[in-house]
């Protein structure tokens, strides 16, 4: 007995050397740190929770006012950005006024380079701890994917890769309540022209579709997502779909000083007054855009809005805030801020408390 455990122990260990070497350590690139890869995903389910579909016009209204969960888990790694998503974050959204959370998710940084392109186990559980908060504080949930830099680089080359990820989100997600809505990609840019980009999500619908044949998607145009970007593009015959847009307009007042915006120190002071101008090229660029939606008979999210808060005077951001948010909602577009706790923020995470002038602008107090 003794010798027969001796030979197993000692085989044990052989065969552990004979192991692929421990993942490096995460470098400034951690999009090239291999993953264990799991031979299959597993499915997420919360007990109590079943789907049943919704129409997506009756999702969207439900999706009413919501807020963006920025900074965290679409930094390269969750904390890099100085925004760690805490419990009593929802509670306080709910709480707020928001029925929603919109989670920017860069899923492209923690799954393998080579296929499979299995997504971390340990992320994919960061993620569902994510949903599960938002749904027990009666938030919608719309998961995306945000930064994918290497389909922006080469659309080609990673689209088998952008599948397989949302394979593996769908497929993880599938039984989970019709609150939790898929959002496939984050303002396609670079080699996603609008061409491109309108065959790649149809082919990430049917990707998606496998397993969720059901759940409401949103839809979005190339060239950043913004208020133009829908009219390059044919809606997919699909009777889920939500179709969103960025408004970030006049970028000169909402990028002021963004140290991500290349040139934008040069618009540090630029107000927004609500002149009788302003208001009109708002209203304009809502209209264009609630008319593209109606005539393709789908209900209109604007995913992200906001100004950044360093520079720009806060007068004049509650009363941009304030105008985009009744201008869209005079339409029946529902929206969700950009963003929660960072730079756009709503919520001053150092004295823990809302960001009064901009959160009554958002919900209308
Ligand atoms: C887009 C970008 C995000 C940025 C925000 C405001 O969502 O992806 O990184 O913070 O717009 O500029």
Known sequence: MRILACLMICLAAMSACSLPPAPPARTARPTHTPVVSTSATATFKLSGRTFEPLDPFEQNRALGRGVNLGNALEAPVEGEWGMVLQEEFFPLIRQAGFATVRVPIRWSAHAMREPPYTISPR????????????????????????????????????????????????????????????????????TLTSGVWQRLFEDVLAVVRRTNPRRNVIFTGANWGGPDSLRGMKRPDDPHLIATFHYYLPFQFTHQGAEWVEGSNAWIGATWKGTGNQRAQIDYDLDQVARWAKDNGIPLWMGEFGSYGKYADIESRERWTRYVARAAEARGISWAYWEFGAGFGVYDRARRQWNEPILNALIAR
């Open 123 to 190: 992320f994919f559980q960061r993620v569902d701890w994510v949903i599960e908060n938002a749904l027990n504080n009666d938030l919608n949930v719309v998961i995306n994917m945000h930064h994918y830099e290497e389909l922006f680089r080469d659309a080609s080359g990673e689209r088998d890769r952008f599948l397989a990820l949302w394979d593996q989100i769908a497929t993880r997600y599938r039984d989970l309540p019709a609150e939790v809505v898929f959002e496939p990609l984050n303002e396609p840019h670079g």
